[in-house]
């Protein structure tokens, strides 16, 4: 079982960026994949984002070219770099380990 704990999530106008932290409880080095997903209100939860621990990325349609997810081994942090962000980016961001292991969720906010 990994611990996850998101932060970074706000309020921001069209066009703005935010970058989301999530950090784990295991060395991040041994999580063999790990991933953003998002839920807006009335919407399933999916995938936008997601990394392997040898560096494999891959992006949901809707987000590639505008987010960049990567992660920092020193300090043991997963990170997604949200650019140019629109309102239908609004929901809560949920950090994933394997598949199974969730943080709490953090808000991302975008008005026009």
């Known amino acids: 079982q990994v611990q996850l704990e998101e932060s970074g999530g706000g309020s921001v106008q069209v066009g703005e960026s935010l970058t989301l932290s999530c950090a784990p409880s295991?060395?991040?080095?041994?999580?063999?994949?790990m991933a953003w997903h998002r839920q807006a209100p009335g919407k399933q939860r999916e995938e936008v984002a997601a990394?392997?621990?040898?560096?494999?990325?891959k992006y949901a349609a809707a987000v590639s070219g505008r987010f960049t997810i990567s992660t920092d081994i020193r300090k043991n942090m997963m990170y997604l770099q949200m650019n140019n962000l629109q309102p239908e980016d609004t929901a809560v961001y949920y950090c994933?380990?394997?598949?199974?292991?969730w943080g709490q969720g953090t808000q991302v906010t975008v008005s026009s």
């Open positions: 994933n380990a394997e598949g199974d292991n």
């Open positions: 990394i392997t621990n040898g560096g494999r990325t």
């Open positions: 295991a060395r991040i080095w041994r999580i063999i994949r």
